[in-house]
């Protein structure tokens, strides 16, 4: 079984610009899910996706942060203008059901912004 | 958010040793899932635990829902140099988010 695909792995930008980041989940995954995993600490959840709606949106700086899920399946997480702040690893994960069942991630995205 | 409490925050032992580390919460949780993590990749789902009481086996690795919901345990067995890396707890609750612990770094010293 394919896991959860993330690209890209890396990307640097400057402060101001825009960043894309895309997830492919397990095959199947109803639930998908956005995590911001700052150096030195644990997951924090951004947003998570049940199917193509929206279940849990409040830790996401709605100002520069947007996250999208076409059809229920691929998701995209935009950062427009990034911060320096913004600087971390973006984590999609899923999960088979919101309320059950191992939640899965993908490798992440580095992102570094100067 | 939540953070769960997680100990203790760092770890060094020798190959060999077995290992303990818990993870507590203020609040009550329905699934408990333990996850470790390699520099420069996601976590990697080790076990998961949906009963108060559970005790549940991977290999090496022994994971228990404590019976009061608020609290888990990992150990690990006769512990091998690849055991190294940051390990993670998180709790599922009834408001349908996952939250994560701190972490615990594991070294072992071959």
């Known amino acids: 079984e394919a896991g959860v695909a993330q690209s890209p792995r890396y990307k640097i930008i400057e402060k101001r610009q825009s960043v894309a980041f895309w997830c492919n989940p397990i095959s199947g995954h109803a639930t998908l899910y956005w995590y911001q995993q700052i150096l030195g600490q644990g997951p924090k959840l951004l947003i998570q996706f049940q199917n193509n709606g929206v279940v849990d949106d409040s830790q996401l700086p709605k100002d520069r942060f947007s996250a999208e899920r076409l059809k229920g399946v691929d998701s995209t997480l935009k950062i427009q203008p990034a911060k320096l702040e913004d600087s971390a690893v973006y984590l999609c994960a899923s999960s088979p059901h919101r309320l059950a069942g191992g939640m899965y991630f993908g490798a992440g995205t580095r992102l570094s912004v100067l | 958010g939540q953070q769960l409490n997680q100990s203790p925050q760092s770890m060094f032992i020798q190959e060999g040793e077995d290992v303990s580390m818990n993870c507590t919460s203020s609040s009550i949780f329905n699934t408990w899932l333990w996850y470790k993590q390699d520099p420069g990749e996601g976590p990697v789902l080790l076990i998961a635990?949906?009963?108060?009481?559970e005790l549940t086996s991977n290999g090496r690795l022994t994971a228990q829902f404590g019976i009061t919901r608020k609290d888990s345990f990992l150990n690990i067995s006769a512990s091998i140099p690849s055991d190294v890396g940051i390990y993670f707890c998180?709790?599922?609750?009834?408001?349908?988010?996952?939250?994560f612990g701190t972490g615990t770094s594991l070294t072992v010293i071959p």
């Open positions: 635990l949906y009963k108060a009481g």
């Open positions: 998180a709790g599922h609750n009834t408001g349908n988010q996952f939250y």
